[in-house]
């Protein structure tokens, strides 16, 4: 097989698809036959894009990536590691597609795979399914869409609140292969859910996954959002959230990237009505050749709105790192009050990171603060510690692990905090002393 | 407590040191017995808080000149977490504040690697979190302090408590107390003075560095040490703390530049 040229690059993983089965439900259809379209008009973005100026994508363009081929499943011993003990629901995924015997939903709640939510709830998904997640000019959206048949749906009916965090589980396991994941979130009024989506892997494979994910909270619900991509270390992961926040809604995300050769991870949030507060954190983790890049935008398009956001960046080896911060504070969204702060730490000499807060603000009586630092490991501490006998890569680690933990602790769910702590900390521990 | 025949713990000899090439220490002398309480006095800029750096090893700091022998081994060759097992531990003027590191496991952490350097065992975080508890108990600490970052946050009182208790856990041979006192209120200062001398005995030695003679009154050094222009002036016992407390240094600075000039 041969590659592409990266304009048709996108046309060619879509061509290797089986023919999709058509959906009872027209609106489906269309939404996919137009995606279709978008994906043959559009191209792989390029580092003349000022989208993605940081971020050379162009090594996914040299792999012809193929679409899922059946394949077995693993069992649920080989996925011991990354059960949650806490989840109320759990939606496995294994190369996009989902897989009902390693899932489980005991919450009283809708969550459940795309064809099935189709079934029961199509009223309800039809106006949110691809409605959020712009793929008009989104390259990567547009293709996800374009192989909608599979996916996660969560509705979480007006006025009932889960604790139960529901863990999203996506599994790769096939060399070569590319996998769309997809994830709708419907919070109606006044509910309260938690969604963690982590991205794994079985094997260090070359793959690709393109994810998109639509969250949409209605007037007064709140969302606690977590996200973890550990892929391979050899894979490539673009991923879209677009967020749709409603009167008085409440939206909280941690966002962990610490795998994936090349990864970049687009967060959009609108905040459509007054009175909405989000809190956005992210961290990021690489080494050694990995890129890791983060763009989010956070929209004041409505008066009264709270933002907060915490990016972090630790990067070691050659590795790079890209934060992209924007906040649009529209004209008449007065009041608004957001904060960002982006901290980066770097380790090595080689390492980089590219930090850009973008602030766009058109009304006059707002609250906007914003900062970013790279700097690397302070002095005085590494000192403290070795003079309570810390030898100084031991106190190096345990302050670089320091560093991540201020974003990990914010996660609602005990035991996925715990397992990313001793992951951050296994792989801080890896790393090489001062350079 | 001076004890007869007592062996030498630390002897400084001509010891200078500069940072970003000023020079600071101007050929230091001391010796120090197992079992003695020093004090190290002075004003402002003498030299006090340089010289209890460098014995800790501060990279900012660079020796020029001296010896520094630690039970006999030369300190100087030894890497501040070396000297730190070794047995010498610095109680900071100004304590480090560590987000994102308990402050439990910051001193378990710190405790298993001395017990480890001593071929003990390592202590798991519940037998741990007994044995600190009760070290708490000694410096009036509320247990909350071990949920929370290492010293984010604390008072000025609470971050020195912090530093005594890490003193009692590590259970130095030399300890040296940079300006402990500061920004102390009066039943803090009791309480950390109270600890320091639990933990003072015939096996260890405390050297505290302070601008006041406050603290001499909680704590009753065997020798008091009165440092200029980056070396010791004047040596004297507990009482010339109070007369410095009276007179000022002054006088003190006065005496040694007349002696200066008068050939012995």
């Known amino acids: 097989m041969t590659v592409a040229a990266p304009n048709r690059y996108l046309a060619s993983l879509l061509a290797g698809q089986p023919q999709l089965p058509a959906s009872p439900l027209a609106w489906f259809n269309d939404l996919r036959s137009h995606a279709v379209d978008r994906v043959g008009a559009l191209s792989v973005p390029t580092t003349r894009d000022e989208e993605w100026r940081f971020t050379d994508i162009s090594p996914l363009t040299g792999i012809p990536f193929h679409p899922v081929r059946g394949g077995s499943k693993p069992d649920i011993a080989q996925l011991a590691e990354f059960i949650l003990t806490e989840a109320g629901a759990r939606l496995v995924f294994v190369d996009g597609e989902y897989a009902p015997l390693l899932s489980f939903n005991n919450t009283g709640i809708t969550v459940t795979s795309l064809a099935s939510g189709l079934a029961s709830h199509g009223t309800v998904i039809e106006p949110h399914l691809g409605r959020h997640a712009e793929f008009q000019s989104n390259a990567f959206a547009a293709l996800n869409t374009a192989f909608l048949h599979d996916g996660a749906i969560v509705i979480a009916p007006r006025n009932v609140a889960v604790s139960a965090p529901l863990h999203v589980l996506h599994v790769a396991t096939q060399k070569g292969a590319a996998s769309y994941p997809r994830c709708l979130v419907i919070a109606e009024p006044g509910s309260v859910v938690t969604v963690v989506e982590e991205f794994v892997a079985l094997q260090n494979d070359v793959y690709f996954t393109d994810a998109v994910t639509e969250i949409v909270l209605a007037d007064g619900a709140r969302v606690h959002h977590v996200r973890v991509q550990r892929e391979s270390g050899q894979a490539f992961h673009v991923s879209n959230c677009a967020i749709s926040l409603g009167r008085a809604s409440h939206y909280q995300s941690v966002s962990v990237a610490l795998g994936a050769r090349i990864s970049r991870c687009n967060l959009n949030v609108v905040q459509t009505a007054e009175g909405v507060e989000c809190a956005i954190d992210g961290l990021a983790l690489v080494a050694e050749q990995q890129l890791a890049d983060t763009h989010t935008c956070i929209d004041h398009a409505q008066p009264h709105g709270v933002s907060r956001q915490l990016h972090k960046c630790i990067v070691d080896g050659a590795a790079r790192a890209v934060f992209n911060g924007k906040i649009l504070v529209r004209q008449g969204a007065q009041r608004t009050d957001s904060s960002q702060s982006s901290r980066n730490l770097l380790l090595t000499s080689k390492a980089r990171v590219d930090t850009k807060p973008q602030l766009e603000i058109f009304a006059d009586d707002v609250k906007c603060a914003h900062g970013a630092t790279v700097g690397q490991l302070d002095s005085d501490e590494v000192f403290y510690l070795m003079s309570r006998g810390f030898p100084e890569a031991a106190a190096r680690n345990l302050l670089t692990y320091a560093f991540g933990a201020e974003v990990i602790s914010r996660i609602p769910v005990a035991s996925l905090r715990h397992k990313l702590e001793q992951r951050v900390l296994a792989q801080t521990n890896s790393q090489s002393v001062s350079k | ?264």
């Not at chain 2, 929370?148 to 300890?175: C, D, H, T, W, Y």
């Not at chain 2, 601008?211 to 009482?239: A, F």
């Open chain 2, 1 to 264: 407590m001076i004890i007869q025949d007592s062996k030498t713990l630390l002897e400084v000899h001509g010891l200078c040191a500069t940072v970003n090439g000023i020079e600071i220490l101007k050929g230091m002398e001391l010796t120090v017995r197992y079992g003695e309480v020093h004090a190290i006095m002075g004003p402002n800029g003498s030299g006090k808080s340089t010289f209890s750096k460098v014995l800790a090893g501060h990279p900012s700091y660079q020796v020029t000149d001296g010896t520094v022998l630690f039970g006999g081994q030369n300190l100087l060759d030894l890497a501040p977490d070396a000297r730190a097992r070794a047995g010498v531990f610095l109680g900071f003027q100004y304590p480090i504040e560590i987000p994102g590191v308990a402050n439990s496991q910051f001193l378990r952490l710190a405790y298993n690697t001395m017990q480890a350097q001593h071929g003990k065992d390592e202590l798991d975080p519940l037998e741990f979190d007994d044995f600190v508890r009760e070290k708490m108990k000694l410096l009036e600490m509320n247990p909350d302090f071990l949920d929370r970052s290492v010293n984010e946050g604390f008072s000025g009182g609470e971050k020195k408590r912090n530093e005594i208790l890490q003193m009692a856990l590590l259970a130095p041979r030399l300890a040296i107390l940079d300006e402990t006192d500061s920004g102390l209120d009066i039943d803090a200062l009791r309480v950390v003075a109270g600890g320091v001398n639990q933990l003072a005995n015939k096996d260890n030695a405390i050297i505290l560095v302070t601008h006041y003679q406050r603290l001499l009154n909680y704590i009753k050094p065997d020798y008091v040490h009165v440092m200029e222009s980056g070396r010791i002036i004047k040596t004297g016992g507990k009482d010339l703390a109070v007369e410095l407390e009276t007179r000022g240094y002054d006088w003190v600075s006065a005496e040694n530049k007349a002696g200066a000039v008068v050939p012995a």
